[in-house]
């Protein structure tokens, strides 16, 4: 096992740290007697009445120091690596990675591609399994970190190895036995595509990963993201309508012998599936308490409901207001119904929508979180936007009011000559966003599109 170094970055005011005249350039070197590996490690062991650290100072110095506390009392000590290890990068190259599909001169962070199994508990990320050793799986039985999101693919064996470009690819089902029979809490997902995965590939997929209920709850089948940036890539079709109506009568079909059997629908297709193929969404109970909406599945029905939730909370009144909304085309259709709803108990309330074409990676992609700030920009110059343009939070960069190009929320709003709004998720945060002319002025987003699974594809 490689020794990582666990520089402290700061010590929290008032805690145990700072009256052990712990300080920032400090290092951790053990706690009882046993090597740190990474933030998992750490928390299990401070996790005590008792605890003996070993630091080494600035000056080279070592201090051993005796730390009574309660039980889950933190120590007060933020790391400069806050997984207090190095990123593990994924080994695959998959047929479908959206990160290869990515042009040139964007920033450094956004070609990282990860695989790594702790940021699957910690941020909902999707590893492949295909670089964890034994000592891995252990790890996560021993600690029971749960769930653990794996992307899968397929079954089929052969077929994964030529997916994921890996020859040990078809190798992880033993891995996923063993957490099963550890009673590990797993999710998984299926990046469907055309020709390779799909039809009766999917069957056998969905038969095979179903043996592992109750402890994989639920699997998600999302389309593959096609951007135009995929020259010398592997050739992959776009779905059309009639893919879409066989892929969700498929899925379907299963839910239905599954629900009876484990009071789990389990198999679940993406929104996109449901808006290509022009059908309606399915009702609220089939998702299973919204286990994948990362995913992008029941992310519009949950929208639907909080808005209508939110709604019958208000009254209506005569308040003046114009304003306007910009989104992917994905997800327009259903913004703009929304809209409607509002305007019908405020009469006096005009919203302008518009859906926004990504010519930055392609016309094929079409969900709101892949869109950049200069495509933004150049489709809605001298278009009608009232006091204020909404935009959901989605577009920008975990924490941060940066779009994916790099431009950034002041630039938008220099450019259009407008305040904007980032609207969060939930349907109540749109309702306030569009009604009252302070919400939604903070610039940032929750999720994280960086550092992300190269299997991870998905649209959200």
Not at 43 to 62: A, C, F, R, T
Not at 156 to 163: A, G, S, V, Y
Not at 250 to 278: C, N, P, R, V
Not at 403 to 410: A, G, I, N, Q
Request: charge should be negative.
């Amino acid at each position: 096992m490689k020794q990582s170094r666990h520089k402290i970055k700061e010590i929290q005011e008032g805690s145990i740290a700072q009256e052990l005249e712990l300080e920032a350039g400090d290092e951790l070197i053990s706690i009882n007697g046993q090597p740190v590996e990474d933030v998992f490690d750490y928390h299990y062991l401070v996790n005590d009445e008792y605890i003996e650290l070993l630091v080494k100072k600035q000056s080279g110095e070592e201090w051993e120091l005796e730390v009574e506390k309660d039980y889950d009392e933190d120590l007060g000590i933020v790391f400069e690596n806050s997984l207090m290890d190095e990123y593990r990068s994924c080994r695959n190259k998959c047929v479908f990675c959206f990160i290869d599909q990515m042009p040139p001169g964007m920033r450094e962070t956004l070609y990282f591609k990860d695989d790594d199994s702790r940021l699957s508990f910690l941020q909902g990320n999707y590893v492949t399994l295909t670089n964890m050793s034994d000592h891995d799986i252990e790890r996560i039985i021993h600690y029971h970190l749960a769930p653990i999101n794996i992307s899968f693919q397929t079954t089929n064996p052969q077929l994964r190895c030529k997916m994921l470009h890996n020859r040990f690819a078809g190798d992880i089902f033993p891995k996923v036995q063993r957490l099963f029979e550890a009673g590990i809490e797993m999710n998984g997902q299926i990046v469907l595509c055309k020709g390779l995965n799909d039809k009766e590939e999917l069957k056998r997929s969905i038969k095979d990963l179903s043996k592992y209920l109750p402890h994989l709850r639920s699997v998600s089948v999302v389309p593959v993201g096609l951007s135009k940036f995929r020259d010398g890539l592997y050739p992959l079709e776009p779905f059309e309508k009639q893919d879409a109506e066989e892929v969700i009568d498929l899925i379907e079909s299963w839910q239905k012998k599954l629900y009876e059997a484990y009071g789990l629908h389990f198999i679940h297709a993406s929104d996109e599936w449901y808006l290509l193929a022009g059908r309606e969404l399915p009702e609220e109970e089939r998702y299973d308490g919204y286990l994948q909406l990362e995913n992008g599945v029941g992310m519009l029905r949950l929208l639907e409901t909080e808005v209508e939730e939110a709604l019958e909370q208000r009254v209506g009144d005569e308040r003046k207001l114009e304003l306007s909304f910009a989104t992917g085309r994905l997800a327009y259709g259903f913004i703009r119904k929304y809209m409607d709803w509002i305007q019908e108990k405020y009469p006096n309330v005009k919203v302008h929508g518009y859906q926004i074409v990504n010519d930055f990676f392609g016309e094929k992609i079409t969900v709101s979180g892949l869109l950049t700030g200069q495509d933004v920009i150049a489709q809605l110059k001298n278009k009608e936007l009232g006091e204020y343009l909404l935009l959901p939070c989605n577009l920008l960069r975990s924490g941060e009011n940066v779009f994916l190009d790099d431009r950034t929320v002041e630039e938008v709003e220099k450019e259009l000559k407008i305040p904007v709004k980032i609207v969060e998720e939930d349907g109540a945060s749109l309702v306030s966003a569009v009604l009252e002319k302070d919400a939604g002025r903070a610039h940032r987003r929750r999720q994280m599109y960086e550092q992300t699974d190269c299997s991870d594809c998905r649209e959200t």
